[in-house]
Protein backbone atom coordinates (compact mmCIF):
# COMPACT_ATOMS: atom_id res chain seq x y z
CA UNK A 1 0.00 0.00 0.00
CA UNK A 2 1.61 3.26 -1.08
CA UNK A 3 0.67 7.20 -0.91
CA UNK A 4 -2.28 7.89 -3.15
CA UNK A 5 -1.98 10.93 -5.01
CA UNK A 6 -3.85 13.80 -3.82
CA UNK A 7 -6.23 15.40 -6.25
CA UNK A 8 -4.93 18.93 -8.29
CA UNK A 9 -7.29 22.09 -6.90
CA UNK A 10 -7.02 25.19 -8.81
CA UNK A 11 -4.46 27.78 -8.09
CA UNK A 12 -1.89 24.31 -7.07
CA UNK A 13 1.36 24.01 -8.64
CA UNK A 14 1.59 20.71 -10.42
CA UNK A 15 3.93 18.63 -12.74
CA UNK A 16 3.23 16.77 -15.53
CA UNK A 17 4.73 13.18 -15.11
CA UNK A 18 3.54 11.55 -18.43
CA UNK A 19 2.74 12.83 -22.04
CA UNK A 20 4.20 15.20 -24.71
CA UNK A 21 4.09 17.94 -21.81
CA UNK A 22 6.51 15.64 -19.44
CA UNK A 23 8.83 17.56 -16.64
CA UNK A 24 6.72 21.02 -17.14
CA UNK A 25 5.21 22.86 -13.99
CA UNK A 26 2.48 25.04 -13.73
CA UNK A 27 -0.55 26.72 -11.69
CA UNK A 28 -4.35 24.71 -12.33
CA UNK A 29 -6.70 26.97 -14.08
CA UNK A 30 -9.81 24.93 -13.35
CA UNK A 31 -10.29 21.02 -12.53
CA UNK A 32 -13.27 19.49 -14.80
CA UNK A 33 -14.53 16.72 -12.39
CA UNK A 34 -16.41 14.66 -15.18
CA UNK A 35 -14.07 13.97 -17.50
CA UNK A 36 -11.22 13.66 -14.98
CA UNK A 37 -9.18 16.43 -16.79
CA UNK A 38 -7.38 19.60 -15.10
CA UNK A 39 -6.15 22.62 -17.36
CA UNK A 40 -2.68 24.30 -16.65
CA UNK A 41 -1.68 27.01 -17.80
CA UNK A 42 0.52 28.28 -21.01
CA UNK A 43 0.45 24.20 -21.47
CA UNK A 44 -1.02 22.21 -24.12
CA UNK A 45 -1.96 25.38 -26.03
CA UNK A 46 -4.73 24.66 -29.02
CA UNK A 47 -5.81 27.16 -32.01
CA UNK A 48 -9.30 26.89 -31.98
CA UNK A 49 -10.98 28.57 -35.44
CA UNK A 50 -14.11 30.61 -34.18
CA UNK A 51 -16.80 32.25 -36.09
CA UNK A 52 -17.60 36.64 -35.51
CA UNK A 53 -19.78 36.87 -32.75
CA UNK A 54 -20.72 39.10 -29.82
CA UNK A 55 -18.07 38.75 -28.21
CA UNK A 56 -15.12 38.30 -31.05
CA UNK A 57 -16.47 40.31 -33.90
CA UNK A 58 -14.04 39.56 -36.14
CA UNK A 59 -13.51 35.88 -35.35
CA UNK A 60 -10.23 33.99 -36.48
CA UNK A 61 -8.12 31.68 -34.64
CA UNK A 62 -7.60 31.72 -30.94
CA UNK A 63 -4.89 30.06 -28.79
CA UNK A 64 -6.96 28.14 -25.83
CA UNK A 65 -5.51 25.82 -23.28
CA UNK A 66 -6.76 22.24 -23.68
CA UNK A 67 -7.28 19.94 -20.38
CA UNK A 68 -4.58 17.06 -19.88
CA UNK A 69 -6.12 13.64 -17.77
CA UNK A 70 -5.38 14.39 -14.01
CA UNK A 71 -3.38 11.25 -13.68
CA UNK A 72 -0.75 12.35 -15.68
CA UNK A 73 -0.20 15.33 -13.16
CA UNK A 74 1.12 14.91 -9.58
CA UNK A 75 0.82 18.28 -6.98
CA UNK A 76 3.93 19.79 -6.05
CA UNK A 77 2.95 22.41 -3.98
CA UNK A 78 -0.18 24.16 -2.56
CA UNK A 79 0.29 27.46 -3.50
Avoid: W
Amino acid sequence: MGKKNPTPRKGQEVKIIAGKYKGQVGKVLSVINKDERVIIENINIAKKHTKPDKKNPSGGIINKEMGIHISNVRVVSNA
